[in-house]
């Protein structure tokens, strides 16, 4: 028998992998409802609403693909994002019309790249911070417009103490692309993530326990546990907090279209907000005369908020690697997921993550062999 702690992603799938392999497994999820937080949920208007924040899925990987299409149907989505700066309107990632626009000039997708080339600091090849990451990507003035507030208010922290992976998320186009993302698969969910997560967890092996806390003492009553919650509540903080932030969401509701798209981010310091969400406009095949917002803001993550983005600071790394230590040492206890690894992992790579390692508990199980693969 195994136990799978959280119901998001990353437990769903290792679940339903280890119960078409044939193993007995209990979900245990503390909330009231299965899917983490991509759960999302229809609200009173007729609007599908991302409850915790708009998820985007996104993927290059053709085998996590093919896994969340055969759980419901992904309705083609290119994700677009626009940036209010000083009162102006800008596309997100910083594209040729951002360039041309930010600094009011014409150039051409090859004056552009000549352009940018002028303003960064090619002698940083080895980007440590997410300064570093924006003076070499996109040089100092869009840095200065475009992340250094965004970023103080969504981390709490000064750019100089934050990895170069979080700005390496975002690409830069000299051509007009808008799209967010660059990877060849996107999509929404007709009926939204939730139906998907329970289609998931729809086994004659999966057992799911919503509205159960699971004590970490109790691995010792299953031959392995896959633990998808926080990585430092595991071990009861002994080595001190994980900072991670949390998020506020403000929701109104308006008639007609509030915004036109769906995320605005508002990187200016004295806006206190970082974006704003219309949940609407994930659902573009749906029609509603009202319209759902969500004014998001981050602040630090204290004990009863939800987790939602583990900071990672460069000097905090090495309470990490205590943990990291001796999360490896367990031999009965996977970890797993964005929280339960502490990295910014996105839906796709939870999904192939768990794929893989299903992979290979099968594979050990089958050799008569501990189930741990590392
Ligand atoms: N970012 C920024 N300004 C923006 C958008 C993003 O500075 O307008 C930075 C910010 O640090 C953010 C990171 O880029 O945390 C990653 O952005 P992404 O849109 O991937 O964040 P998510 O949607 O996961 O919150």
């Known amino acids: 028998m195994f136990a799978v702690v959280g119901a998001g992603f990353s437990g769903s799938v290792i679940a339903r992998q280890l119960a078409e392999a044939g193993f007995k497994v209990t979900v245990f999820e503390s909330r009231n409802h299965v899917a983490g937080n991509c759960f999302t949920e229809r609200h009173e208007t007729g609007v599908m609403k991302h409850v915790y924040g708009p998820h985007i899925f996104h993927t290059q990987h053709q085998e996590v693909w093919d896994f969340i299409n055969r759980f419901g149907e992904m309705v083609p989505y290119v994700h677009k994002v626009k940036a209010t700066v000083q009162g102006e309107i800008f596309t997100l990632p910083i594209n040729l019309n951002t360039i041309n626009k930010f600094f009011g000039l014409d150039l051409s997708e090859e004056e552009a790249q000549q352009f940018l080339a002028s303003k960064i600091d090619s002698s940083i090849s080895d980007p440590v911070t997410f300064v570093d990451q924006a003076l070499r990507f996109v040089g100092p003035e869009l840095y200065e417009a475009f992340f250094a507030g965004y970023t103080r208010k969504q981390w709490g922290v000064d750019p100089l103490d934050l990895p170069a992976s979080i700005l390496a998320r975002l690409p830069v186009r000299y051509n007009d692309d808008e799209s967010y993302f660059s990877h060849p698969y996107q999509g929404i969910p007709r009926n939204g993530y939730t139906p998907i ?24 009553k299953y031959d392995h546990t896959f633990w998808t919650g926080p990585l430092d509540a595991f071990f009861k903080y002994e080595f001190g907090n994980l900072g991670y932030r949390t998020l506020d969401f403000a929701e109104e509701v308006h008639d007609g279209d509030f915004q036109g798209c769906a995320v605005m981010n508002f990187p200016d310091e004295d806006i206190p907000i970082t974006r704003i969400t219309e949940h609407k406009h994930f659902a573009h095949w749906e029609n509603h005369d009202q319209t759902v917002i969500y004014r998001e803001s981050s602040r630090l993550c204290e004990e009863g908020d939800i987790p939602y983005y583990p900071i990672r600071l460069v000097k905090e790394m090495d309470v990490l690697e205590k943990y990291l230590k001796v999360a490896g040492e367990q031999t009965n206890v996977s970890f797993l997921g964005r929280l339960g690894t502490y990295r910014y992992l996105d839906m796709d790579v939870t999904i192939k993550e768990a794929l893989e390692l299903a992979a290979q508990v099968i594979k050990s199980a089958n050799h008569g062999q501990s189930v741990k693969p590392f």
Do not use: M
């Open 197 to 220: 997560v329970e289609a998931i967890l729809e086994h004659v092996n999966i057992s799911v326990l919503l509205g159960t806390e699971f004590d970490p003492q109790d691995v010792k």
